[in-house]
């Protein structure tokens, strides 16, 4: 495998940290998040105060362009703009109950990392040889800050890709030190990964 493919392999691994997150907020919704453009622009508006020009600015399209989809003129928005403005909404969506979960993790209920990955930390020829896992963990609540606090703070994919790996290891391989604490666990190839809160 080159350099290259290995590093766009490491970006899709990174990747799945994000939408794991995105999975666990859509999953907390008391109501479902507007689906038609019309209504996602109307709703990111609100958001924007009125403003259609900060919209329009945040999508990165014209002014005209959200006033033809607020007044109803344009519904069919591009790949581009519909992934846009569900993004969008989603970010902004509940923004009381998303933090509430987040705080209720960061204090007492931790966060639980479902994932089916290539987890490696011993010599080929051992039960210990690396391999694709599935595994599921409750993560302690100091590396759940930790995820959680970077999270916030804009932290990029790489830097909570080293988190939630850390809070894996510990948790499953390490299990708090019990004699493996300096164990040194690779963690790639995320097929898929679920966050709980």
């Known amino acids: 495998m080159t350099d290259e493919?290995?590093?766009?392999?490491?970006?899709?691994?990174?990747?799945k940290i994000m939408?794991?997150?995105?999975r666990a907020?859509?999953?907390l919704f008391t109501r479902p998040a507007p689906k038609s453009p019309r209504a996602q622009m109307k709703f990111l508006r609100k958001r924007e105060k009125g403003s259609t020009k900060s919209l329009a600015e945040r999508l990165g399209i014209s002014r005209k362009t959200v006033q033809r989809y607020l007044s109803g003129a344009s519904t069919k928005p591009n790949k581009r703009l519909q992934e846009a403005l569900a993004q969008e909404t989603e970010s902004e969506w509940q923004p009381q109950v998303k933090a509430q979960a987040r705080q209720r993790a960061a204090s007492s209920g931790g966060l639980v990392i479902s994932c089916r990955a290539y987890f490696g930390f011993g010599p080929e020829g051992t039960s210990d040889a690396g391999r694709v896992r599935d595994v599921s963990v409750a993560?302690?609540?100091?590396?759940?800050?930790?995820?959680l606090a970077a999270r916030e703070a804009g932290a990029t994919d790489d830097d909570l890709h080293d988190l939630v790996a850390d809070a894996i290891a510990d948790a499953y391989f390490r299990q708090g030190g019990g004699g493996r604490a300096g164990l040194e666990v690779q963690f790639a190839d995320v097929e898929w990964l679920?966050?709980?809160?």
């Open 5 to 15: 493919e290995k590093a766009e392999q490491a970006a899709r691994t990174r990747a």
């Open 139 to 147: 993560v302690s609540l100091s590396h759940a800050r930790a995820i």
């Open 25 to 27: 907020e859509r999953a």
């Open 19 to 22: 939408d794991g997150f995105a």
């Open 194 to 197: 679920n966050i709980r809160f």
